[in-house]
């Protein structure tokens, strides 16, 4: 496809179109634009796949509890495992394993990172991905797999809500409680609430008054809809018109299968996604294995970093539309002269690299969509990174279709619900249905995202401690706060493009660091208030990315536009990015002095 070059394009005028996009969705209440699952849609708390399950309340202890079944609590209780410590249970609001992977079953859903890294323990439990890119339901078999290998379900408590984390000094262990009625203890806990996994709807008057069928994508009803979530047809849209809210990586992944079935499709967009091709491909078995070899995901996941970093890899094992992003902004910066080998030069550098990009996009949105209007309102204006990119080869067909129809509000979106339909610019469009693609709760409080909050030594309130941002060291351990653990990436790696690393890396650590107290007997394990103070002067000598620029377009990245005080700054990662933080980690495992750490006996 012919494309303009960098020196053929008016930066400048691209740069106030970037601009002038970005006011049309300023929006001044930010996040508070948004409203939280509830009442007519659903409880959060609220299981469509799985029966609930009555049982009696638990009291006892365990030496390791882990509260949320994602990927996190997997991997962690599989090191955990191999390293000795089998008293382990897991603490799930679900009814089953998966976190992100067990709520989203909607159409054509799939992850968009490579499934050799994204996957975690695929060297352990010997499988073989079918493809480059999997699809959600073998993303939640493969989390099962892990369960079950490891024997993580034997102690879960599954359909569980948490409602109480308290150190209790006198005995060195953390007391839990929950909804069902359970009051047991654990010597170690471990938190991993996730990042994406509290729905949120448009904050749209009237979105109650809906007569028709409405719900969340994280909560697909396909008793409404037919089909399932192994992708059999949706013959129960046949007759239905349907309205998708919403054009983020959900609504690209499932608005193609909805403009198959349905006898109408609507397409609500604010503001269109970056949609770059996919190219994906199913994986040669004879292929995988010459190359799973022992390590041989470990170096992957290594030479993903190694693409997406600062030096010069020798080659790319991944090639795809992340490292091809790295890619084009290394070509340009080592392209420099001399004299611009400086920080503004290298800023001009990425600005250009993205640029070329950000035009290649749109110029592949004319080459595909056939009708112009569609097509101009389907074009990104804005930097790739602004929002997270999108990847596909389905979507943009999928508005060729007679019976799919884009509305483009033009930044202001959805005016209103009405009992019939919607209402945008003074039109109404009557449905049968409507579908919110309209993703997660990013920027909130933990408390919020947990549903509880944690009391560490001497009545210290976790969501205090933190009140001016979050302090930890290496964004695993808590001062005040001995054998807790919160697994996740700020104040780490902070790898948005490879999240499962971030938990691999900190599997790792926190499996050792256990391992090590229990074979020494002590008690606990706590980090001193100095390295905490170190790390968190560390993480802010961070230069805030363009994920927290409020140049960009307003997106849950940037906080709708409004920016990140200090208190976000705090959560950023490594200023060397994740590969200085995991060389960090890896030194510091390695040298096996565990610096930072406190490790105490009983009494003392």
């Not at 859903?109 to 991905?129: F, K, N, S």
Request: proline share 4%; hydrophobic share 35%.
């Amino acid at each position: 496809m012919a494309t303009v070059a960098l020196e053929e394009l008016d930066k400048e005028a691209v740069k106030k179109k970037y601009a002038e996009e970005r006011a049309k969705r300023l929006r001044t209440e930010g996040n508070d634009q948004y409203q939280r699952l509830e009442g007519a849609f659903g409880d959060m708390g609220a299981d469509p796949h799985t029966p609930f399950q009555e049982r009696d309340p638990v009291h006892d202890h365990v030496t390791f509890a882990f509260i949320g079944a994602g990927l996190s609590g997997l991997v962690v209780g599989a090191r955990l495992k191999e390293a000795g410590i089998d008293d382990f249970r897991l603490i799930e609001k679900a009814g089953g394993v998966g976190g992100t992977w067990y709520w989203n079953r909607y159409p054509g859903v799939r992850c968009d990172t490579a499934a050799m890294i994204y996957l975690p323990l695929l060297e352990e439990t010997g499988y073989m991905p079918s493809e480059k890119y999997v699809r959600g339901p073998e993303i939640l078999a493969h989390c099962n797999r892990i369960a079950d290998q490891y024997g993580l379900k034997d102690k879960a408590l599954f359909q569980t809500i948490v409602s109480g984390v308290a150190w209790q000094e006198d005995r060195k262990v953390w007391r839990i409680t929950t909804n069902r009625g359970d009051d047991f203890t654990a010597k170690y806990v471990a938190m991993a609430t996730g990042l994406l996994h509290i729905a949120k709807l448009p904050g749209v008057p009237g979105i109650s008054s809906f007569n028709g069928k409405s719900f969340h994508t994280s909560r697909w009803d396909y008793e409404y809809t037919g089909g399932d979530k192994e992708g059999a047809p949706m013959d129960k849209l046949a007759d239905k018109r349907v309205a998708v809210i919403g054009t983020g990586a959900t609504g690209v992944q499932c608005i193609p299968h909805l403009a198959k079935s349905a006898k109408e499709l609507f397409v609500f967009q604010r503001t269109p996604s970056s949609v770059d091709t996919r190219e994906n491909h199913p994986i040669d078995p004879g292929w995988f294995k010459d190359l799973a070899t022992p390590g041989w995901q470990k170096r992957w996941m290594d030479n993903f970093v190694d693409n997406m970093g600062r030096g010069v890899p020798t080659e790319d094992l991944i090639d795809d539309g992340w490292t091809e992003i790295a890619r084009r902004v290394r070509e340009k910066v080592f392209s420099l002269p001399p004299d611009k080998m400086n920080p503004e030069g290298m800023r001009e550098a990425f600005e250009n690299a993205d640029l070329e990009k950000m035009n290649e996009i749109r110029t592949r949105v004319d080459h595909v969509v056939s009708d112009d209007t569609t097509a101009q309102g389907l074009k990104a204006w804005y930097s790739q990174l602004c929002k997270r990119p999108c990847f596909s080869d389905e979507y943009l067909p999928a508005y060729n279709r007679p019976n799919t129809t884009l509305v483009n509000t033009d930044g202001l979106g959805v005016s209103e619900v009405t009992e019939t339909g919607l209402v945008v610019n003074g039109q109404r469009y009557e449905v049968d249905c409507i579908i919110y693609a309209s993703g997660f709760e990013y920027g909130a409080s933990l408390e919020f995202k947990s549903g509880y909050d944690v009391t560490g030594r001497d009545g210290q309130i976790l969501s205090e401690y933190w009140a001016d941002g979050m302090r930890t060291l290496h964004g695993l351990h808590i001062h005040g706060f001995p054998n807790a653990f919160m697994v996740q990436m700020n104040q780490g790696a902070n790898m948005i493009s490879n999240i499962p690393h971030n938990i691999v890396d900190h599997a790792k650590t926190l499996a050792q660091v256990v391992a090590h107290a229990e074979e020494n007997g002590f008690a606990t394990i706590e980090p001193t208030e100095d390295a905490v103070n170190a790390w968190v002067t560390t993480i802010l000598s961070t230069q805030a990315g363009m994920l927290a620029s409020t140049e960009c377009t307003p997106g849950f990245w940037n906080n709708e536009g409004q920016g990140w005080d200090m208190k976000f700054r705090q959560s950023q990662g490594h200023p060397g990015g994740a590969e200085g933080f995991f060389q960090h980690m890896e030194e510091w495992r390695n040298s096996g002095a565990y610096e930072g750490l406190e490790f105490t006996r009983q009494g003392c």
